[in-house]
Every structure is written in structure tokens, then in C-alpha cells.
């Protein structure tokens, strides 16, 4: 436990000392042979609670992922300063000692949305299902178990009973919403996976301290207020422990749903005990309330999960066919290599289909489209899947069972599918016969089958495809040695491995640019290949071969180290500007990689913020956990972590909650349809929203031209990377590039004073 609790080594230590020495004057007072005065103590709480908020408050300010919960505690320890400063002044006028505790009971029960609105925002992520942030069913719950609790007293007599109503009830609500959020407290950390993080405990034991003392302070019992203190010490070691990483989660909304029927049933059951006599007017209208809160969660439940399933289905879905997209194609593909099932995988053409949109107009094109994608959906099987890729390009993803041959699966789809087109099609009032040329390609699958990309059996059905069109033979299965162009690929890797050792890669860079202020913010790092004799290569004609080769780690570090030497250069010329480096499947797979970055760091006396390491959501696929560990222990250096291409992966939100990123880069499949396509639109406002709440900034790729920069800006993206701006340039032009930007600003400036003066 001790290596676990390490404290955070910029934590105020003074002001940790300082809430010690408070707490532990309280519990002299308690336990000294002479009991201080309630006013004494009550100040003493005080000061308590004000310190231990401004505590709280160092560590919202500090943890940008986790500012809800921390705000929000600050808050609650606020509040409850407020009441302990009403209790001091009714001491002081009243000699009635029984309402001493109805301020402190009220300060509890304001601070209820505060600390349950913390807790189930802790490590998850917010969106409009479910939002976790709503406190509507948490007090539903509360009043619940206030009616519960009143029956109870009701029922079988109580030395309240004969206490006036404005004594009991603020206590029966503080004890309620006490409850409440201890049980929330204790569920999160198995809800959000934060088992592992003592910080959620130390946080539950600390509010369990609070509710006990809360309950002896009802008894008289003067143990309440070290329970109390004890309380507030765990919460303020929380908020300086050292953070174990941990994945983020995503908003369950059937955990909400659930909830929901809890609190009606509580509240039926107080109903039908009135029904009997035995419950009061308070627990009636309690019980009432709850069933109506709860209600109308259940509906705002079945209300957004209608519109996150229609959400959902329009990103999968081509829009004039109906069919999957190329996401749901892949997203597919990856499913089934993920499960090791074996499957045939086709890409299919139409030929000569600009003839139909010529001759008959692009209705006539779009209507055979839809024909076609119909007739080929009534051929396949229940498991199969077929996708519209684009254009008159068409998917095929033929399932396979187990042992079942991949080779004799394709000649029987590839004699199947010309069979089901063999018919013509009648199109414009014409019957249209359709010839087409589809590529096949196989997985077999099985616990020994190799790992593989779906873009990479994508290319090779589509390679598959083009042979056959070219040759115009129809139908053709993928070949390595014929469609995998190998001849010289085993000379031009050994030209890499000996590239690597010497020199011969360099780097080119792309700014980043903030879309509001238009300055120049952080470049990403482009390796080229500087071959001696083929010229300067770009990363498309030797990355793939790296990759299969085992050469990518050698050349990551090259890039890394050629990347932070020179942002260290920039950093000491007064450039503050963030470097992006990106990072493959296999660099995710190296625990070595983050010891390599920190000496890196270390060499250049770089900030290890001024480094971000790009990823993209597929090469976390093929060891989820090796990588979140190596992601997770570069975040720990302060290295910043960019989800690349964001949008086109297998599964971008379940990705997302599990990796403790900072940045989102929009693919520029979006970026490029933003002004024509509303529904790329859209994915682009909701995902700059989402990454908001997550207090990730974007990254807009691809931005060409003004029009798409405007846009950008007025959906409130953070930073845009494109030509518009600047081609990937070498140090030294992309400094001169930043002078003329200077430059101009400059200009700029003394224009506007001109026209001012």
C-alpha cells in the first residue's frame, strides 16, 4: 500500500500540514478530559472544511480530466463550512442545543448534488445518454429512503417522536443522502474500473466517516466529530495520492434505467403501507415524488437511447443503398478477425458503370445501385454482410464456419454472385444487363491463424479486383506473389535497415494551427526517406515494409530522437511549439518505448509536454492491454497521447474511455465532405463537442481551403493541419515559414494601431 499512496510530488505539503494540524486539534478537544463547548468545536470544523476546500480546489485546478469531481468537492466541503458558521451563531442565541445540528443537516443536504454529481461523473464519459451529471434520480433516491426511513420511525415509535418536524426532517435527509452516496461511492470504482485506484476508496471511506458521524451526532454521542475529521483528512489525502492510470468508461444508461425501478419500488411499497395507515403525510408526499423523478428518468432513458441507435445506424450506414458503410465494413472485418473466425472477404465493381450515369443520368445510376445491392443482399447468408464502399464499389464479407475452407468458400461466392447478376436489371425503362469484376481474399481464421489489419485485406481484395478488371476475367482471387508486387521488396528492406543506421531518414513538418488565433501552435513530424538512389520517399512506399519486417521500432526511435532534438532547438530559440510523432502497432507492443522517450526527454532538457505521440484506434487492436500499459506509462512522463484518423477506426467511443489522451485528430474523410455533406457535418459538431466535455482538444486534418476553415472555426474546433496552411516542410523552410507568419502578423498589427490613431 505504501508504494501505491506516493503523494504528487508538486502537492502543497504546507497546506496538507496545515489541515493535520487543524484535525488533530479537534480530536484533542473530543477526547481531551475536558469537552470543549459545541461553538468551539463548530469553529474549529470551520476552519476544517474552509482549508480542506482550498485543498480540493489545488486539485481541480491541477487535474484537467478529473475537474468535475474535484470542484465539486471543493464545494460540498464549502457548504458545509456555511454550516457549521450558521451553527456557531445559533449557539451563541439559542440555549435550545437540539437545533444546533439543523444548520450542519441543511449544509449536507445542499451539498448532496455536489458530491453525487462528483461521483458518478468520476472516470466517465459524458454524453447525452444517461448523462451521468444528472442528479435527478439521485434525489429521487434520496427522498425514497427518506419515506422508507419515516414509515420505519412511523411504525415502530422513535425517541424523535416527539421532536418537531423542522428538527427531524433536515436530519432524516442528511442520513438519506448520506446513504445514497456512500452506496454511489462504493459502486464506482467497479462501475468505472477503478478497483485498482486507492484514491476511490480513500474518497468512499471518507464520506462513510462523514454519514457515521452524521448519525452519532443524532445519538448525542460526542465521537461524531473525530468521525467527522477522520472524513475530511481522507478526502484531502485523495486529492494529493498519486493517480494509478486507469481506463475511462463509458456512461451505461442501463445502470440509470435500473436505479429508476429501485426507487419506484421503494416508493410503491411506502404507498401501499399508507394504504394500511401506517405511514405519515411526509413519507407520502416523499414516496410520491421519488415515483415521479423516476418516472421521468425512465422516459428521458428511453428517449435518448432511441436517438443513440438511430445515431449510431446513420454512421454505419450508406445512405442511398441502405446498406453498411466502409466503416461498418471494417469494423466487421475486424470483429471477425478479433473472434479468429474464418471468412471470405470480396470487393466488388461494377463495369462500365459511367455508361449508365452518362447514357441515363445519375437517378437511373443511383436506382441501379439500389437494385443491385438488393439482389446480392437476398444471395447472401443470414451472417454474411454486404457494404457500399463508395461509388459503384461494393463489400462482400462471406462468414465462414469453423474448419471450413476459405479457397473453395470464394470460387463458390465468385461463381454466386455472377449467377445472381446474370439477370438484367430494368433501369429507365431499359433492361440493363451488368457485368462486374470482384476481388477475393480470405482469413482462415482459427487459434494459430497470423494477426491482420481489415484495411490490409481490404487492399488486397481490391488489388484482386483491378487485376481482374484489367484483365477482364471477372472473377479473381488475391495472390501474393502476383498482386503483392514482391519482386524487390526484400532488396529495398535491406536498403531501409541500412537507411535507418545511416542517416538517411529525415523529417518534415506540418504545422498546427490554432483556428481562433491563427498562431502557429505545434508541427507534426513526417518522416521521408532520402533514398541515394530512388530520391526522397514518402512514408506510403517503405512504412508498410518496416512494419512487416520488424524494422519499425528501429525507426521510431530515429524519428523520435531526430523529432525531440529538434523541438529542444525551437524551445531554446523562444519557438514554443508542441511536436507530434506517430506510433505503429508494434511500437505499442514495446515496454521499452517509454524508458527511450524519458532519456530522450532527459538528453534534450525538453518539456515532456511539448511531445505528443499520435495513435490511431486500430493498432490498439492486436494487444489492447500491452498498449494501454505502454500508452498509459508515457502519459505518466507528461508526454501527451493524439488519437489519429479519429472517426474511421473499429470502435472510436469504446477506444476512446480507455485511453488517457489529450487531443482528437479528425480524419480528413470528414474534413473534406464538412461543406457538402450534412452528415459529415454533424459527426464533426458532435465529436468536437464530445471531446470538450472530455477536455480533449481537436485537431481538424486535411483543411484545403477557406471555406472548411471558416466552418472549423464556427464549430469551435481547437487547431486545423492542412495544405491550406503549409505542405510538410523541412526545419529550416518551415522556420522561414514561420518568420513570414510573424512577419505578416506583425504588419497586421501596426496596420490596426494605424487605423485606430
Known amino acids: 500500500m505504501s508504494r501505491r499512496l506516493r503523494l504528487l510530488t508538486d502537492a502543497p505539503r504546507g497546506l496538507l500540514v496545515l489541515v493535520v494540524l487543524i484535525a488533530g486539534v479537534q480530536v484533542a478537544l473530543t477526547v481531551g478530559p475536558v ?22 480546489r489545488w486539485r481541480a485546478r491541477r487535474a484537467a480530466g478529473e475537474r468535475a469531481l474535484w470542484h465539486r468537492l471543493a464545494g460540498a466541503s464549502a457548504l458545509l463550512a456555511v454550516g457549521c458558521a450558521v451553527g456557531i451563531v445559533l449557539v451563541g442565541v439559542r440555549a435550545d442545543h437540539a437545533a444546533d445540528a439543523v444548520p450542519l443537516a441543511l449544509a449536507h443536504v445542499a451539498a448532496f448534488p455536489l458530491l453525487y454529481g462528483g461521483m458518478v461523473l468520476w472516470n466517465r464519459d459524458s454524453t447525452n445518454v444517461a448523462d451521468p451529471s444528472d442528479t435527478l434520480l439521485g434525489a429521487a433516491a434520496v427522498l425514497a429512503v427518506v419515506a422508507v426511513t419515516d414509515t420505519v420511525l412511523a411504525h415502530v415509535g422513535s425517541r424523535w417522536a416527539d421532536a418537531p418536524w423542522w428538527q427531524v426532517q433536515p436530519v432524516l435527509l442528511q442520513i438519506a443522502a448520506g446513504l445514497v452516496v456512500v452506496g454511489t461511492s462504493v459502486a464506482v470504482p467497479y462501475i468505472s474500473g477503478m478497483t485498482r485506484d486507492p484514491r476511490a476508496w480513500l474518497i468512499s471511506g471518507g464520506l462513510t466517516a462523514d454519514l457515521v458521524a452524521g448519525i452519532a451526532a443524532v445519538y ?15 478526502l484531502c489525502l485523495a486529492a494529493v495520492v498519486r493517480p494509478t492510470p486507469v481506463p475511462r468508461t463509458m456512461t451505461d444508461p442501463g445502470a440509470t434505467t435500473i436505479g429508476a425501478f429501485v426507487v419506484i419500488i421503494s416508493s410503491i411499497a411506502v404507498l401501499a403501507v399508507t394504504a394500511l395507515g401506517a405511514a405519515s403525510t411526509t413519507a407520502v408526499f416523499c414516496a410520491g415524488v421519488a415515483g415521479t423523478a423516476s418516472g421521468i428518468r425512465l422516459l428521458l432513458n428511453v428517449r ?6 438511430v445515431s449510431r445506424r446513420e454512421a454505419l450506414t450508406d445512405e442511398l443503398t441502405g446498406l453498411a458503410n466502409r466503416r461498418a465494413v471494417l469494423r466487421r472485418v475486424e470483429e471477425l478477425c478479433t473472434e479468429r473466425t474464418p471468412f471470405v472477404l470480396g470487393v466488388l465493381d461494377l463495369d462500365k458503370f459511367k455508361e449508365v450515369n452518362d447514357g441515363l443520368g445519375h437517378a437511373a445510376g443511383d436506382d441501379l445501385l439500389r437494385l443491385v445491392a438488393r439482389r446480392l443482399t437476398a444471395g447472401l447468408g443470414d451472417h454474411d454482410l454486404l457494404g457500399r464502399l463508395g461509388g459503384d464499389e461494393f463489400a462482400l464479407v462471406a ?23 446474370a439477370e438484367p436489371f430494368a433501369v429507365g425503362g431499359l433492361s440493363v444487363h451488368v457485368a462486374v469484376s470482384l476481388g477475393l481474399t480470405g482469413h482462415a481464421g482459427g487459434p494459430d491463424g497470423d494477426p491482420v489489419e481489415p484495411a490490409a485485406l481490404l487492399r488486397q481484395a481490391d488489388a484482386a479486383m483491378y487485376d481482374g478488371k484489367r484483365a477482364g476475367s471477372g472473377v479473381v482471387r488475391y495472390d501474393a506473389d502476383r498482386h503483392g508486387d514482391s519482386s524487390g521488396r526484400l532488396a529495398l528492406v535491406e536498403e531501409l535497415r541500412a537507411g535507418i543506421a545511416g542517416g538517411e531518414l529525415v523529417l518534415h513538418h506540418q504545422p498546427q494551427v490554432g483556428v481562433e488565433t491563427r498562431r502557429t501552435v505545434g ?9 541515394p538512389t530512388r530520391g526522397l520517399l514518402g512514408p506510403v512506399d517503405f512504412l508498410p515494409l518496416a512494419e512487416v519486417h520488424g524494422l519499425m521500432g528501429a525507426l521510431t526511435d530515429e524519428v523520435l530522437a531526430q523529432a525531440v532534438a529538434q523541438a529542444a532547438v525551437w524551445h531554446r530559440a523562444g519557438r514554443d511549439l508542441r511536436i507530434s510523432v506517430n506510433l505503429s502497432a508494434s511500437n505499442l507492443l514495446d515496454t521499452g518505448l517509454p524508458a527511450r522517450v524519458a532519456e530522450l526527454l532527459a538528453l534534450h532538457a525538453l518539456p ?20 494501454l500499459a505502454v500508452v498509459g506509462a508515457l502519459t505518466e512522463l507528461g508526454a501527451g497521447v493524439s488519437i489519429d484518423d479519429f472517426g474511421t477506426g473499429y470502435a472510436s467511443l469504446t477506444y476512446l474511455h480507455q485511453l488517457p489522451v489529450v487531443e482528437l485528430k479528425l480524419d480528413r474523410s470528414f474534413t473534406a465532405d464538412l461543406l457538402t455533406d450534412s ?20 485537431v481538424a486534418e486535411g483543411v484545403e481551403d477557406p471555406a472548411t476553415l471558416l466552418h472549423l472555426r464556427a464549430l469551435d474546433c481547437d487547431e486545423s493541419q492542412g495544405y491550406l496552411h503549409s505542405p510538410p516542410l523541412p526545419a529550416a523552410e518551415l522556420e522561414q515559414w514561420l518568420a513570414r507568419q510573424d512577419e505578416r502578423r506583425e504588419r497586421d498589427r501596426q496596420e490596426v494601431r494605424a487605423a485606430r490613431g
Not at 448525542?220 to 481522507?234: F, K, P, Q, S
Open 523 to 531: 508541427v507534426e513530424a513526417l518522416v521521408r526517406w532520402q533514398h
Open 399 to 421: 462468414h465462414l464456419e469453423p474448419g471450413a475452407c476459405p479457397e473453395e468458400r470464394a470460387a463458390r461466392l465468385g461463381r454466386d454472385v455472377q449467377e445472381w447478376l
Open 304 to 309: 435518448d437511447l432511441s436517438q443513440l441507435a
Open 679 to 698: 452528415r459529415a457535418a454533424a459527426i464533426v459538431a458532435s465529436t468536437v463537442r464530445l471531446a470538450h466535455q472530455l477536455g480533449l482538444r481537436v
Open 220 to 234: 448525542g454521542h460526542r465521537g461524531g466529530w473525530v468521525l467527522a475529521t477522520l472524513g475530511v483528512l481522507l
Open 608 to 627: 515532456p509536454s511539448a511531445l505528443v505521440l499520435e495513435v490511431t484506434e486500430t493498432v490498439l487492436l492486436s494487444d489492447p492491454d500491452r498498449s
Open 35 to 56: 469537552h470543549a463547548a459545541d461553538g468551539v468545536q463548530l469553529g474549529v470544523a470551520l476552519t476544517l472544511h474552509v482549508t480542506g476546500a482550498l485543498l480540493l
